[in-house]
């Protein structure tokens, strides 16, 4: 079964400071991994995935992330936080149910948050 | 705009009552989610759907049904036998295929008092 850890439940940080936001998963089998955002009451967003090729994935809002194989990690990071960047950040590893359909595992997410 | 809708966003029931959670969806995506959201503990999956009239129950199904009678909805009832059913449901749909993103609705908050 797969699985994802985020390491941190909160992270608090300094606005324009960077940030990392650790991520490690545990799969047997070629994966896909996704970063998601929330705001508070509101659903998810996509900030990022990978699928194959590059190893650095770009995503929005400035966001960059890292997919290690040998470490089985997928960090997520900003050069630089804004206030607005202010959310709860969600890994997430997918698999294929039979017959089709996405079966994401979530982590216990972290909690960013930019003070000034 | 395509997009998925949750109604109502907040909704409130009483102890031993039935209650259910609206999800539509026009991106015309084939499977579709429901999660629960606790804090501390993610999203769980309670059920999923990847064809019209036909669902598969997620990791915490007990006390929970659904439906999907038309490709665009999927409805979850939320029955008296849900030990513990405040929590924060969010809906998803997708394409099929582990490589594609899930959409998520804004989420239906439910308090039971």
């Known amino acids: 079964a797969q699985s994802v850890t985020q390491l941190d439940s909160q992270v608090p940080v300094f606005e324009e400071a960077p940030v990392e936001l650790r991520c490690n998963y545990s799969?047997?089998?070629?994966?896909?991994l996704f970063w998601y955002v929330q705001y508070p009451n509101q659903g998810l967003q996509l900030l990022l995935k990978y699928l194959s090729g590059s190893t650095l994935v770009k995503g929005i809002n400035g966001f960059e992330a890292e997919f290690n194989k040998s470490q089985t990690s997928f960090h997520l990071r900003k050069p630089s936080v804004h206030i607005s960047d202010t959310a709860e950040y969600f890994c997430a590893v997918s698999d294929t149910f039979t017959g089709g359909g996405n079966k994401l595992t979530f982590g216990t997410g972290t909690q960013l948050k930019v003070e000034l | 705009d395509g997009g998925i809708t949750q109604s109502p966003k907040y909704l409130f029931r009483k102890e031993g009552q039935n209650v259910t959670l609206s999800c539509e969806q026009n991106l015309n995506h084939d499977a579709m989610y429901w999660y629960r959201q606790d804090p501390g503990q993610g999203l769980r999956l309670i059920y999923y759907?990847?064809?019209?009239?036909?669902?598969q129950k997620g990791d915490i199904a007990e006390g929970y049904s659904v439906s999907r009678e038309k490709k665009e909805s999927f409805p979850l009832t939320v029955t008296s036998a849900q030990k513990n059913p405040t929590a924060f449901y969010l809906c998803?749909?997708?394409?099929?295929?582990?490589?594609?993103?899930?959409?998520f609705g804004q989420g239906t908050r439910l308090t039971v008092v």
């Open positions: 998803a749909s997708s394409y099929k295929g582990g490589s594609t993103e899930a959409f």
């Open positions: 759907s990847q064809i019209v009239n036909d669902f």
């Open positions: 799969s047997s089998v070629s994966v896909y």
